[in-house]
């Protein structure tokens, strides 16, 4: 790791998933030529809004493209395909049509973009034996629809089963979990920087006590599936 990436962690205040990385990615990193993962390696972030998850990606994006591992990043909502970007994101985490969303709305617009970022980005990158990167998937479906919002989670089951028979699951999530009274502060200050995150800030907005039910949601989905999360604390200080 270099003075500068070191440096850049310290400001931040966060743990790097880079030392994660020979643990969960040893096994593909080559550094002689771009290395492929039989089968592929899909890999999910998730965690509360200013966990900082977001930067961890591009941390580790970085690592392993230095290492020449075939990835590919994505996010949701939104993906990189302009159904996504212009259409589905700007609708769902903007304010413009706050009036017309409740939380079944939210989840079908949610799955809407999830079905057009697997078929047309992940799937074709593990089909290829690469790692699919993803800023968000379905766990944060569960924590905000279903744990803040109050929907069913077999309501999830069933929309899963639809779009995707195979049921084809992240090999790896990693969640960075931290209490909302601490990283709330961090969104608001990244939304007040940006005027393009301030657009779509609309589940930063919520109460406090909804950001609390998303953590109890994420924490829970951990411990029910302890061989797939990997969960860091995004409040740890540099040593």
Not at 37 to 57: D, H, I, N, Y
Not at 90 to 112: A, D, I, Q, R
Not at 198 to 213: G, M, N, Y
Request: glycine share 8%; with cysteine; proline share 6%.
């Amino acid at each position: 790791m270099d003075d500068t990436t070191k440096k850049g962690e310290e400001a931040i205040n966060m743990p790097s998933i880079l030392e994660a990385t020979p643990v969960s990615f040893g096994h593909v990193l080559a550094p002689s030529k771009r290395t492929h993962v039989k089968g592929g390696l899909w890999v999910t972030f998730e965690g509360g809004e200013g966990s900082g998850k977001t930067t961890q990606l591009d941390l580790l994006e970085r690592r392993l493209d230095e290492e020449r591992v075939f990835i590919y990043r994505t996010k949701q909502p939104g993906g990189k395909n302009p159904l996504g970007l212009e259409v589905l994101r700007p609708t769902v985490l903007g304010s413009t049509y706050k009036e017309y969303m409740n939380p079944f709305t939210e989840m079908c617009m949610f799955f809407g973009d999830r079905a057009v970022v697997r078929f047309h980005e992940i799937y074709p990158v593990l089909d290829n034996d690469g790692v699919g990167l993803i800023d968000r998937e379905t766990d944060s479906t569960k924590a905000y629809q279903c744990f803040a919002r109050g929907l069913p989670l077999s309501l999830v089951d069933d929309f899963l089963r639809m779009m995707d028979p195979g049921g084809r699951k992240p090999d790896l999530t990693i969640l960075y979990d931290g209490s909302p009274e601490e990283l709330l502060p961090r969104a608001h200050k990244r939304n007040g920087n940006d005027a393009a995150l301030a657009q779509e800030s609309r589940f930063d907005d919520e109460k406090i006590e909804f950001h609390r039910k998303v953590r109890n949601g994420y924490l829970t989905l951990a411990r029910q599936e302890p061989e797939r999360f990997v969960v860091l604390d995004a409040l740890q200080r540099e040593s």
